[in-house]
Every structure is written in structure tokens, then in C-alpha cells.
């Protein structure tokens, strides 16, 4: 089937997937970040409390992704994805209206879990056990939702700070959150079921057959596989949530920074829709030891920078992992491990990339007030994303057969 083709036949399925995606913008740290000044200002907290603080709302919805994504296996994305929706909202709405610095992990919790954690999660499964043969396309394309909300909605609500009150834009967030759901409703009117869920074969893992959760996190090779997986999320993470610190130490207005945004995104969309292309083409296991590399060189980029124009460089070598991470893990998963229990073994995966966007902001956030900048920082950073890929390619070296 050609490109056109298949986006024709399943516009509806890869639009449900899409905007799944998007509305996840509102519990990613991207998103949150923006928000971070006027939050630190109006609770009276230090960078080092803000990121703990954030640390511990993720950290606690990492740990209620590992039960709640297995619903992915039980439940259709019709049924699950309203409920996700609306929690975020909920959560969106908790942010809007708070008022105590106590309460401020539990809202931090429910938008990480509700944004970052089952709205993202259940798109993703679908997509991966929706489509066996065009699995990369579909999750790139369907990844766009999350590249379109990178792009517009931290332009658009930074340029909206300063004409409107912070917390009337979370409640903005919750009704864009719970107008979704009709529209989810819409497009899932028919779910989609693909021929390979009759067709067992056309969907299993390593070894011709499903891998179980508890198969999988006993293998060593998951395990080894693990620090370079979670090095995105940790990272891009800390430096979306630095963005504000960062743009004072390039000394920069915040907004000089998010206007690069746009092109991040571009190059972000690039990747991503590229590894959809390579992954049908050529499978994983070669790109998962290539993917983090421009990470690695762009935060050497970035800290070295002082212009803008370097900024940019820096910013689109790190869509191009971001762009491939969209896609890449997701397809990987499927291809190693089967789609009979995706949900499952996605949810320890997604679990674990909870916690370590929990663990970036907070190390980055202790050190920089300990005094390390976090431009600083950034060169070891690069090393351990090095070190960490050259780990992965050893274990999928052992594991080739």
C-alpha cells in the first residue's frame, strides 16, 4: 500500500492516535515548564523545592503507571481514552484553582500521570497493536499530535502570560483536555481491528512468540538496555524544565527562547516521520544504537553556545532524538516482545520513563542550587548518554540471534 494510501484508510484511527498525543501536551513537563516562574513566585519556593516537589508528584505517578497501564489490555482505547481525558482535566483544573504549597505534589501527579502517563500511554499501545506491518508510520504520524503541541502551545501561552492571570490558563488546559473527548468519541465510533489479531504470527516478539511482563523485566538484556532508554526522557526533560533558568544564564528573554521552539519542532517532526519510514524498512535494533547520539552532542552544543543561532543547532540536534524517541521505543517494544501483552510491558516501560523525567529535573535542579549552572552540567550529561548508548548496542549485539 502506498503512503497515501494507508493515510487515507486509517485517517480515522491515526487521527484518534493524534489527538491522544496532543492532548498529553498538558501534562508534559514542556508545557508545565512555562508555568514555572509564576508557580516558584507564587508558592515561594527555590529552584532545588519546585524540582523535589515536581520530582515527587512524578516519582508517585510512575509508580501507578506500572498497574494502570495494563488496562490498556483489557479496555478499548473508546472506553479508556475518555477517562484519561478526563482526568487530566481534573488535574489541569486542581492546578488552576490551588491555593496550598502541600497539595502542590498531588496536582503535580495527576498531570504527569494523566498527561504524560495514560493519555500518552493508551494512544501509543493502540497505535503498536493496531498496526503490525506499517506499525512505524502509524506511530509517527500519530506522534504529530505531540510535535503540533511542542510547537504551538508554549509560543501561544508564554505570549498569553502576559496578558492573562497563570492560573486561568490551566483552566483553559482543562476544557481544550475535556473537548477531546467528543471528538475522540467521533473517530472511535468503529474501533479499529487489524487482521493480526487473528493472526497471532504477525505480531509476536523475539523467539517467535508473546513475552509475558514478568519474562521480559527478568531478562538482563531489558535491564541493560534501560539507562540509554531513560536518558531521553531525563534529560529533554531537565531541559524543558530549565528553560527559564537556562534562558537568564544565556542571558536571553525567555521568549527569544520558545520562539526557537517552532523549528525544534520542525526538525522534531522530520525525525520522527523518518524513523516511522526506517523502522518498517529496517527494524529497531540498529536504530536503538544510533538514536541518542545527537542528544549527546547537542547538550555539547548548547553549553558551549552563547547566540541564539547556536541555540537553534542545539535545539534541532535534540528534535532529532525527540523525534526519533517518539517513534522508535514504541516499535521496539512490539517487535522484541509481541503486542499480546504490550500493555503490560508498556507500562513498566512508561513507568520507568516517569521516573527518570522525575530524576532529571531534580538532579539538575540540586545542583543548580548547589551552584552548577545547568549549562554547566550539561557536558556530563553527554558523557553518561555515551556511555549508556554504547551499553545498549552491547546488549543487542548478545542478543542479535
Known sequence: MTTPGFLRQNARWLGAGGLLAFSGSYG????????AGDIQDSFGLSHGAWGA???????GSAAVMVW???????????????????????????????????????????LRLGGQGMVTHVGRVAMARWFSANRGKAISVSSLGYSVGEALLPILFVALLTVVEWRALWGLAALLSLAAIPVLLALLHRERQPQSYAEDSQSTGSGGRHWTRAEVVRAPFFWAIVPALLSTPAFVTAFFFQQVHLAAEKDIAHLDLVALFPLYSVVSVLAMLGTGFLVDRFGTRLL?????LPLALSFIV?????????????????????????????????????????????SVAMAL?????????????LAIDAGASFPAQMPLISLYIALSTGLLAAALWRTRA
Open 28 to 35: 508534559q513537563t514542556f508545557f508545565i515548564a512555562i508555568f
Open 53 to 59: 516537589i515536581y520530582a515527587l508528584g512524578t516519582l
Open 68 to 110: 494502570l497501564g495494563t488496562l490498556t489490555d483489557h479496555y478499548r482505547v473508546r472506553r479508556l481514552g475518555p477517562w484519561a481525558l478526563a482526568g487530566l482535566a481534573a488535574a489541569c483544573l486542581a492546578m488552576a484553582v490551588n491555593p496550598w504549597v502541600w497539595a502542590l505534589p498531588l496536582v503535580v501527579f495527576g
Open 288 to 292: 536503538m544504537c544510533l538514536f541518542t
Open 302 to 346: 548548547i553549553s558551549g553556545t552563547e547566540t541564539l543561532l547556536g541555540l537553534a543547532v542545539g535545539l534541532s540536534l535534540l528534535a532529532v532524538t525527540v523525534g526519533a524517541n517518539n517513534t522508535l521505543p514504541a516499535a521496539f517494544w512490539a517487535d522484541m516482545f509481541g503486542t499480546r501483552h504490550l500493555g503490560a510491558i508498556k
Open 353 to 365: 520513563m516517569v521516573l527518570s523525567s522525575a530524576i532529571g529535573p531534580l538532579i539538575t535542579s
